[in-house]
């Protein structure tokens, strides 16, 4: 098929992205799709901001060079239709990723979509929630400034490299207010951490090989040798002990070893939301 190779039994195949906004969720959903086709290789093309004719026409000319297939948000109901009109001249199939779920949007609510481009990232109170919780999160990483944990919605804890930092950034762009301590052998918990009664606290573990791999990466990154930072039985014995700790105080744990942040944040996000539930019944 015109557009497409194979190559070692996976499939290589062009993408072409075309947003009237950021195409953020454009390319989320775009990549959400390809990776249910584990041989599906995408080569991914973004054309973001198309809010003009001249843009789309730029845009199409590179989709005529690379054919695949065009995924759009396209709110713009005139540009819309010339996309999948010259699309469909040339055999290629375009397709509007949000029209299902704006369709059964549209007949829930029984009135008609908006027809403001981006009209998703207006500045309203959630906006600047999120950019709250980001600057509360960067100053709260790491430990820093631990009088001010009592304002932490959620307060992650684990050993060095548990995707603690990562973790909380997402959270944060979630707009929740997050912080976290890692955990140093031989050292206890902060006192105020005990003394958190509205802050959810997670405990975050991993397997002792996947966290020897990445400190092994980031050692080699800072051109530094190996130390018991690397050693395997000192990970294990780190990774016991978190447990150890987690459990007698009853936080919640997540395992990384196999999830992504996002899955990561996910999981966290509902066990806050449970923890939120219990704490209205109190």
């Known amino acids: 098929m015109k557009g ?21 969720t454009l390319v989320t959903m775009s990549r959400a799709s390809c990776a249910q086709f584990p041989q599906g290789k995408p080569i991914e093309h973004l054309y973001a901001l198309v809010r003009s004719q001249t843009q789309l026409e730029k845009a199409l000319g590179l989709i005529k060079d690379y054919p695949g ?42 009135v008609a979509m908006s027809s403001e481009v981006g009209a998703q990232r207006t500045m309203n109170e959630q906006y600047f929630s999120r950019i ?17 944990l009592h304002q932490a919605e959620i307060l992650l804890l684990g050993i060095s490299r548990t995707s603690k930092t990562p973790t909380c950034i997402y959270l944060a762009n979630r707009g929740y207010k997050s912080a976290n301590i890692p955990l140093i052998s031989g050292t206890d918990l902060p006192p105020i951490v005990k003394k958190l009664k509205h802050t959810l606290i997670v405990g975050l573990i991993s397997s002792p090989d996947r966290i020897v791999e990445i400190r092994r990466q980031r050692l080699s990154s800072l051109g530094q040798g190996q130390t018991d930072y690397v050693d395997k039985d000192s990970v294990r014995d780190e990774m016991m002990a978190a447990k150890r700790m987690f459990t007698k105080n009853g936080f919640p744990i997540v395992d990384v070893s196999r999830r992504s942040i996002e ?6 996000i509902n066990i806050y939301q449970d923890f939120q539930d219990r704490q209205k019944k109190l």
């Open 4 to 24: 497409i190779l194979q190559k070692n039994r996976a499939i290589y195949f062009h993408v072409h992205l075309v947003s009237d906004s950021t195409g953020e």
């Open 69 to 110: 297939i065009v995924f759009h948000t396209l709110v713009n109901h005139e540009r819309r239709l010339y996309l999948e009109q010259k699309c469909a001249e040339i055999n290629m199939p375009a397709v509007s990723i949000l029209d299902p779920a704006l369709a059964s949007l549209g007949r829930y609510l029984g």
């Open 132 to 148: 709250g919780a980001l600057d509360y999160t960067m100053a709260h990483d790491d430990g820093q400034n631990q009088e001010g």
């Open 263 to 268: 899955e990561t944040a996910a999981r966290i």
